[in-house]
Nanobody, 125 residues
Framework: QVQLVESGGRLVQDGGSLRLSCTASGRTFSSYTMGWFRQAPGKEREFVAAIRWSSGRTYYADFVKGRFTISGDNAKNTVYLQMNSLKPEDTAVYYC??????????????????WGQGTQVTVSS
């Protein structure tokens, strides 16, 4: 298991930008798939973006394509989610997840064994 800690969530205005960070510890995740999910009140946790650490391949949910970018920094054991053109409907708790065996394409939350505690992102209109 890898331990994950997210940071960077806060209140931002409609159209604004945020960068979320997820720092991993406990073991190397060079062979992991790392993902970002989000959960709004009363809704299911949904996939946002994923990156395969070894290849750098990325995959995004349709509703964030062109607005969000997932990336990683090997030296810092950190995965980022750069979020631009934020909308009120992006308001949610954002979770970082990791798993050695999670697929890079269309992963579900059930594919990930390690999760962070979540960070709140609120976009005001």
């Amino acid at each position: 298991q890898v331990q994950l800690v997210e940071s960077g969530g806060r209140l931002v205005q409609d159209g604004g930008s945020l960068r979320l960070s997820c720092t991993a510890s406990g073991r190397t995740f060079s062979s992991y798939t790392m993902g970002w999910f989000r959960q709004a009140p009363g809704k299911e946790r949904e996939f946002v973006a994923a990156i395969r650490w070894s290849s750098g391949r990325t995959y995004y949910a349709d509703f964030v394509k062109g607005r969000f970018t997932i990336s990683g920094d090997n030296a810092k054991n950190t995965v980022y989610l750069q979020m631009n053109s934020l909308k009120p409907e992006d308001t949610a708790v954002y979770y970082c997840a990791g798993d050695r065996y999670a697929p890079i394409f269309t992963p579900s939350r059930h594919d990930f064994g390690s999760w962070g505690q979540g960070t709140q992102v609120t976009v005001s209109s």
